[in-house]
C-alpha cells in the first residue's frame, strides 16, 4: 500500500518510519524539507509539496502542529485541495479542535475526496512502537480501508462516529492529562518543601490506586530537572486552550483545568515551550516559593 505522510516532527517522523518498516511505500513531506532526508534514508520518496503529496498517494496522512497548521496545509497554495478528489482519502491526525476538523471535512467532501480525523493518544515512543491509541471519526468507508495502517500505528483505534468527535475526545484526555501534571508538579514541590523526599513519594504513588504510567516515566526526570521533549509544553498548552474552549461552547465549568492552563502559558512565556511539557515542574516549584516557612 502507498500512502502519502505530511509532517516529520517528533510524531510523524516516528509513525512515516513505522509505516515503512512494516513494508508500506511512503511519500514524504515537511515544511522544512531537509528533514525529509532522514525517511528517504529509510526509503520513502520525497513529494515537493502536500498537493504532489496527495497527487500522488490514494491515501494521505498529516501530522502537523496546531489548527493553523493543519489548515495551512490543506488550503493554501500548492495543498492537499488542489489534488484531493474522487478515490482519494485524507487523514488528519493532528490535535485540533473540532471546529477545524470539520472545515477540512466540508472542503475535502466538496471536491469529492473522504476525510478521517484520527488523532491520537499516546506520544513518541508508543509512536515508535505502534502503540498509539487512535481516535478515528468522519467517513466510514475510508476509516474502515485504513484501518490496517492503524494496526501498524496503534494498538487500539476507537470509531467515534460523526466528524468532531475524535477532535473533542482527544482534547478531554489531553485536558486531563495536563491537569494530572499540574497535580504531581504540586506534589512533589509539596514533598520537597515539607521535608519528604520526592522520590519516595513517587514510589508511594507508583504502588497506590493513582499509579500510572506518566507519573512513572516522567516523575524521574522532572526531578533530574530533565526535560527532552516527547511531547512540547507548546502543545500541551494549545490542547488545554481548545479544550477549554470546548467547555465554553458547552457551558462546562472547568476551574482545575483553567489553573492548570495558566501554568502551562507561564512557561511558554519563560522560554520553556519547547521542552517537554513536564516542564511545567518549574514553573510550579517556582510558584510554590523557595524556602521552608
Ligand atoms: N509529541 C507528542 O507526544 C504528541 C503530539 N500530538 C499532536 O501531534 C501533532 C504533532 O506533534 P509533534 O510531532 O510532537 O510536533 P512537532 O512540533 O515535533 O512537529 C510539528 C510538525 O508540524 C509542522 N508544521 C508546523 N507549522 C506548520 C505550518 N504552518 N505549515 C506546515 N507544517 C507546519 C512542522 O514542520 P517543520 O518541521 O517545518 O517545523 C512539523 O512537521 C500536534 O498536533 C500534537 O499536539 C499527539 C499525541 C502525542
Ligand atoms: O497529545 C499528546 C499525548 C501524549 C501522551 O498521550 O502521552
Redesign the pocket.
Known amino acids: 500500500m502507498e500512502v502519502g505522510f505530511l509532517?516529520?516532527?517528533?510524531?510523524?517522523k516516528a509513525m512515516a518510519t513505522n509505516l515503512l518498516r512494516h513494508g508500506y511505500r511512503v511519500t514524504v513531506w515537511?515544511?522544512?524539507l531537509a528533514?525529509c532526508q532522514e525517511l528517504v534514508a529509510l526509503g520513502a520518496t520525497v513529494g515537493e509539496t502536500p498537493a504532489a503529496v496527495v497527487a500522488k498517494c490514494r491515501y494521505t496522512i498529516a501530522?502537523?502542529?496546531?489548527p493553523?497548521?493543519a489548515l495551512?496545509?490543506v488550503f493554501d497554495k500548492d495543498g492537499v485541495l488542489e489534488q484531493i478528489g474522487d478515490g482519494k482519502g485524507y487523514i488528519d491526525?493532528?490535535?485540533?479542535d473540532a471546529a477545524t476538523s470539520s472545515k477540512i471535512d466540508e472542503a475535502v467532501k466538496q471536491k469529492g475526496g473522504a476525510f478521517v480525523e484520527a488523532?491520537?493518544?499516546?506520544?513518541?515512543k508508543p509512536a515508535e512502537d505502534g502503540q498509539l491509541v487512535i481516535l478515528a471519526a468522519g467517513d466510514k468507508t475510508l476509516y474502515d480501508e485504513m484501518v490496517p495502517a492503524f494496526d501498524v500505528l496503534g494498538k487500539k483505534s476507537f470509531f467515534l462516529g460523526e466528524i468532531g468527535n475524535g477532535a473533542k475526545m482527544k482534547l478531554v484526555v489531553n485536558m486531563i492529562m495536563g491537569s494530572m501534571m499540574n497535580s504531581l508538579s504540586e506534589g512533589l514541590s509539596l514533598a520537597d518543601k515539607s521535608g519528604l523526599s520526592p522520590q519516595t513519594l513517587l514510589d508511594v504513588l507508583d504502588l497506590g490506586a493513582i499509579a500510572n504510567p506518566m507519573f512513572k516515566l516522567k516523575g524521574p526526570a522532572m526531578l533530574q530537572g530533565s526535560y527532552n521533549p516527547?511531547?512540547?509544553l507548546k502543545?500541551q498548552q494549545?490542547?488545554m486552550r481548545l479544550a477549554l474552549a470546548l467547555g465554553d461552547e458547552n457551558a462546562v465549568s472547568m476551574p482545575v483545568s483553567a489553573a492548570a492552563n495558566e501554568a502551562f502559558k507561564k512557561a511558554r512565556s519563560l522560554g520553556l515551550g519547547d521542552l517537554d511539557f513536564s516542564a511545567v515542574y518549574e514553573v510550579v516549584k517556582d510558584a510554590s516559593g523557595s524556602g521552608q516557612a
Open positions: 509532517g516529520l516532527g517528533i510524531m510523524g515537511n515544511r522544512t528533514k501530522m502537523l502542529s496546531d493553523g497548521a495551512s496545509v491526525m493532528s490535535t485540533v488523532p491520537v493518544s499516546g506520544s513518541k516527547a511531547f512540547p502543545h494549545k490542547d
